[in-house]
């Protein structure tokens, strides 16, 4: 993965290998040398480097501006938002971008005093970061987490506390813990202390863990508020018990409620449990014991997505991978698609615990992923499929056969993992109610190439 790509015509070769050298020798990985030969296989390349780019220099010149080869890169970093058009000859950028600033670069090499080079290193810092910083950010992480590499990942026990019986209106608090077994009587002496008519069950599931995971649990419970439904901590190595406000309706006819605990790992859930709670008329009523319904740690999973989420998907399924230990089936990484495949990805599927869906826009249009998860509706039902919603679902909707998952709960929970940073929150949020009309423009600038944009 290049932090930028350059796109030029064959002609501009020497002057683009020239700028490559300049931009790496400031730090940056720069994806440029194409093979002369064309065909099939260096398409699939320049298409996958361009995708795994995080910044894209366009050089125009007099023979790049009539390139449609150039001029479907541009386009499709402009769509992306990481495009940094350069000038090498004097001319005017193709129709369609002449409205985008522009770094001069034709003096560049000449005039010692000329800032055009200097423009377009800023232009790329503000998309791709300062050079090294990748670098850097990778050394910090490696000097304050070295357990990630080395440190035996933790048993965990799951368990849960709650009242053994509710009624309409009242308030109650539902206790969650996580905690090895060394900590276990430590676990039921703090909830014991703070609610000792509560009904502790510990032990419930079973799960592996490195000290530092990102673990996010939420709580939905039908016909009760929960004021603080999702809830982040980093495993400590030892114990953590969460707090839940809850409060039951005041109108409420079903005769149990469940606590639907999810919890996740490095923003991907991966383990359930069900703890039932008895619902009485009034204070006084007699009280029943609760069941328990639990989900089990899947230990294998298959991983189906479109190719232009990779980069998303890979970073999460990684992080995952340090922290769980679970085996994912990753088709990109495993095999490479195609017909002669079909039978391996189909035992897949059929042999992982789990069928991971992550779902959006580009998804939603790939028949590999189509093929995917019609063959796990139909090895595994939809109790074997969990969708990973990218995006919301007034962008992605799901398909009809799927449509009982609770895909905008999902996306929700994936929201809920940047909460810490509230302004990705805002900006994300702020893209997607603009992102119909976008689309919608778009669409019409294709069908009416001649207007400026």
Known sequence: MADIFISYAGEDRERAKVLAKALEDHGWTVWWDRPIATGKAFRLRTETAIEEAKCVVVLWSKVSIASDWVKEEAEEAKQRQILVP????????PLGFKRIHVADLTLWGRDKTYSGFAGLLEAISEIVGPPGLEERVRAKTE??????????????LLGAASPRAVYPGQEFVARFAAYTQSYRNEVRRVIEQEAPSTHLRLDLEKCYWIPGAKVTIRLD??????????????WNGRFHVLRFDCRVNSYIEENTIILRFDIAVEGLPIIA????????????????????????SPKTAFASYAKRDR??????????????????????????????????????IRDR????????????????????????????????IQPHPLEPLEVAPPPEELSTLQFGAMYEWYIS???????????????????????????KRAQEPQRLV
């Open 417 to 443: 993992q940047l909460r810490e940073w509230p302004i990705i929150s805002f900006f994300r949020a702020l893209w997607y109610k603009w992102l119909p009309l976008n689309h919608f423009k778009s669409q």
């Open 273 to 296: 449990i069900r703890p039932e709670i008895a619902l009485v008329k009034q204070k006084k009523d007699q009280i029943s014991d609760s069941s328990i319904i639990e989900g089990r």
């Open 221 to 234: 419970v039908r016909n009760v508020e929960v004021s603080n439904p999702f809830q982040t901590f980093k």
């Open 353 to 384: 615990d789990i069928f991971w869906l992550f779902w959006s826009r580009s998804a939603k249009h790939s028949p590999w992923v189509e093929w995917e998860w019609k063959t796990a509706l139909r090895e595994k039902t939809t109790s074997g």
């Open 143 to 156: 000097i304050s987490q070295p357990e990630t590499e080395t440190v035996k990942p933790n048993e965990v």
């Open 311 to 348: 980069r998303d998907v890979l970073s999460r399924i990684r992080s995952l991978q340090i922290f769980t230990g679970i085996d994912v089936f990753l088709d990109c990484l495993s095999i490479r698609p195609g017909e002669e495949w079909k039978s391996t990805l189909e035992n897949e």
């Open 86 to 93: 350069a000038l090498i000859d004097r001319v005017d950028p």
